[in-house]
């Protein structure tokens, strides 16, 4: 989901969710956590506001027990955005990192 106006940045937020019960039942409600915010952003010049790259993808890796290892993929654009083509922008590089949750 996209969310506010800008053209520039990007920030993820994923949330946890749990359940409570008590006496009036089960009650579900989520915790969110930002991921990263207002990340720089440089998409090339397609219609719809441009492709702006993988993001953020995240694959499950392994599980341990209660544990799973996730391997994330990020397109970082923190060195600014020099240039924009069609299908194609400067500077957009991708990196990648393993986390347990």
Known sequence: MREGDSTTTVSLTRAT?????????ARAFTIPVDIARDVPICPDTRSSGGYWGD??????VQVDGDRV????FMT???RGCAKRWT???EH???HAVS???
């Open 92 to 94: 957009q590089h991708v």
């Open 17 to 25: 969710l749990g359940y409570i019960e008590d006496e009036a039942g």
């Open 76 to 78: 970082n654009s923190s």
């Open 69 to 72: 290892r996730f391997l994330r």
């Open 55 to 60: 993001y953020d993808g995240f694959l499950p």
């Open 99 to 101: 986390y347990w949750y």
């Open 87 to 89: 299908f194609n922008a």
